[in-house]
């Protein structure tokens, strides 16, 4: 996450209950700015799929509308709120152009997710201290290997 002083993955309500069945990727908080970020990832390689156009839209509106009621609920001190869709390959086309509907969502999506992992494979280069992040730590490792 960008200029985050905590991240945290894979975070489920307090209290649990059916509310706590839902989750929440990704959480980037920056504690200064008082930002924060919520991120929806999907790896789907062979490009965004739960079922059909239609309903992959479904399901995507259903995991940003829950990152707003997790925001509302759980994050009222921070003062700027950003939403997030990450996917490696969604097809253009319906998916594409329904999400980009939703004026509260940032897709990073395609080409856009493609920079964001060159962003970190470059800032992986740079630094060389284990941040307890498996998957930064292989970008960290893949960086530097010397000839």
Request: charged share 30%; proline share 3%; with cysteine.
């Amino acid at each position: 996450m960008r200029k985050c002083d905590f991240v945290d993955y894979n975070v489920r309500a307090p209290g649990g209950g059916f509310e706590g069945l839902s989750e929440l990727d990704v959480i980037g908080l920056n504690m200064t700015k008082k930002s924060v970020h919520l991120c929806e990832v999907t790896t789907h390689i062979g490009g965004v799929d739960y079922g059909g156009n239609q309903e992959s839209v479904k399901r995507i509106k259903k995991k940003h509308n829950y990152q707003k009621l997790y925001a509302e609920k759980y994050l009222t001190n921070f003062n700027d709120i950003k939403f997030s869709f990450w996917s490696p390959y969604v097809p253009i086309g319906y998916i594409t152009e329904n999400l980009q509907e939703i004026d509260t969502l940032e897709l990073v999506i395609n080409k856009e997710y493609g920079s964001r992992i060159e962003e970190m494979k470059k800032l992986a280069e740079s630094k060389t201290n284990d941040t307890g992040n498996p998957f930064f730590r292989m970008l960290q490792i893949l960086e530097n290997i010397r000839e």
